[in-house]
C-alpha cells in the first residue's frame, strides 16, 4: 500500500513557477513509476509528466515540455514537479499517482489527493 500526499500547489502569476511534491508513505515507493496528471474546471483529468522508477527517464505531454520538469528523490519517498513559466491555462488541481507501467502510461494503482494551481493572467 503506497499512500501520496501532494503539496506546494497555490496562486501564481503567469510566467512564475511553482513546485509541487509528492510525499509517498510506505517502503516500495522506488518500485513504482511516477505520474502528474491535471484536471481544469469541466474538463476531463490529462497526463503531464511521468517518471520512471529510478527517475533517470522522464516522459511529457508536448503543452508542457520544456516548461516542467518532474523528478525523484527515492531516498526521501518523494516525487517532483518544477512548473517554469506557467501560464493561465496550466490551471488545475494536480495529482501525483504511482503505477507500475511507465509509457504509456495505462494504469494507475494509487492516487493522491491532489493540490490546486491557479495561474492569473
Known amino acids: 500500500q503506497v499512500q501520496l500526499v501532494e503539496s506546494g500547489g497555490g496562486l501564481v502569476q503567469a510566467g512564475g513557477s511553482l513546485r509541487l511534491s509528492c510525499a509517498a508513505s510506505?517502503?516500495?515507493?522506488?518500485?513504482?513509476?511516477m505520474a502528474w496528471f491535471r484536471q481544469a474546471p469541466g474538463k476531463e483529468r490529462e497526463f503531464v509528466a511521468a517518471i520512471d522508477s529510478s527517475g533517470g527517464n522522464t516522459y511529457y505531454q508536448d503543452s508542457v515540455k520544456g516548461r516542467f520538469t518532474g523528478s525523484r528523490d527515492n531516498a526521501k519517498n518523494t516525487a517532483y514537479l518544477q512548473m517554469n513559466s506557467l501560464k493561465p491555462e496550466d490551471t488545475a488541481i494536480y495529482y501525483c499517482?504511482?503505477?507500475?507501467?511507465?509509457?504509456?502510461?495505462?494504469?494507475?494503482?494509487?492516487w493522491g489527493q491532489g493540490t490546486q494551481v491557479t495561474v492569473s493572467s
Open positions: 499517482t504511482a503505477g507500475r507501467t511507465f509509457i504509456p502510461w495505462t494504469h494507475s494503482d494509487y
Open positions: 510506505g517502503r516500495t515507493f522506488s518500485n513504482y513509476h
